[in-house]
Nanobody
């Protein structure tokens, strides 16, 4: 069984930055595609970014391109989401997810393991 634990986030002013981290248990982290999703109050969970197993390929939803950067450290079983130029509309619970097959999918159904989520609140 794989466990994902997020950290980081909190309250940030608009225009500011924060960094989320997600640490995975187990020895198979390097075989997973990793992703970040977010869910705002009253809305569905949406794709934010994903990164391939080796980190050579990354994918972003249009609204965060140029502002967010996803990265991973397979030696530390960790994936990060650097969030810059934050906007109030970025406010959400951010969750990391792992897919057991190589994928560029943006669909929640294609990710098997999920973290509990961490709140990011951007004040205007």
């Amino acid at each position: 069984q794989v466990q994902l634990v997020e950290s980081g986030g909190g309250l940030v002013q608009a225009g500011g930055s924060t960094r989320l981290s997600c640490e995975a248990s187990g020895r198979t982290f390097s075989t997973f595609t990793m992703a970040w999703f977010r869910q705002a109050p009253g809305k569905e969970r949406d794709f934010v970014a994903a990164i391939s197993r080796t980190g050579t390929s990354t994918y972003y939803t249009d609204s965060v391109k140029g502002r967010f950067t996803i990265s991973r450290d397979n030696a530390k079983n960790t994936v990060h989401l650097q969030m810059n130029s934050l906007k109030p509309e970025d406010t959400a619970v951010y969750s990391c997810a792992a897919a057991v097959f190589p994928t560029s999918s943006r669909l929640t159904k294609d990710y098997k393991y999920w973290g509990q989520g961490t709140q990011v609140t951007v004040s205007s």
